[in-house]
Nanobody, 115 residues
C-alpha cells in the first residue's frame, strides 16, 4: 500500500512558474514508476510526465521543454517544476505511483494559469 500527498498548486499568471511536490508513504521502496497526470474540466485525465526508479523520464509533447520531473527514491518523493506556464495548463494535477502494476493516486492539487 502506498499513500500519496501532493502540494504546491495555486494560481499563477501565464509565463510564470510553479513547483508541485508529492510525498509517498507506505511501501515506498516497491514503487517503480512515479509521475504526474492532469485533468482539465470536461476532459479526460492525461499524462504529464513520469520517471522510473532508474531515472528514465517521459513527457507529454505539450509540456516538453517547459516542465521537468525529478524524484528522490530514498525519500519517496517526486516533484514537477513547471515553467513558462500557459492557460491551457490549467487543471487538477494528480501524483501517481505504480507498484507491481497497481496504480495509486493522490487527491489532486489545482493549478490555475491566468492569461
Amino acid at each position: 500500500q502506498v499513500q500519496l500527498v501532493e502540494s504546491g498548486g495555486g494560481l499563477v499568471q501565464a509565463g510564470g512558474s510553479l513547483r508541485l511536490s508529492c510525498a509517498a508513504s507506505g511501501t515506498i521502496f516497491s514503487i517503480n514508476v512515479m509521475g504526474w497526470y492532469r485533468q482539465a474540466p470536461g476532459k479526460q485525465r492525461e499524462l504529464v510526465a513520469t520517471i522510473t526508479r532508474g531515472g528514465i523520464r517521459n513527457y507529454s509533447e505539450s509540456v516538453k521543454g517547459r516542465f521537468s520531473i525529478s524524484r528522490n527514491n530514498a525519500r519517496g518523493t517526486v516533484s514537477l517544476q513547471m515553467d513558462s506556464l500557459l492557460p491551457e495548463d490549467t487543471a487538477v494535477y494528480y501524483c501517481n505511483a505504480v507498484v507491481f502494476n497497481i496504480n495509486y493516486w493522490g487527491q489532486g492539487t489545482q493549478v490555475t494559469v491566468s492569461s
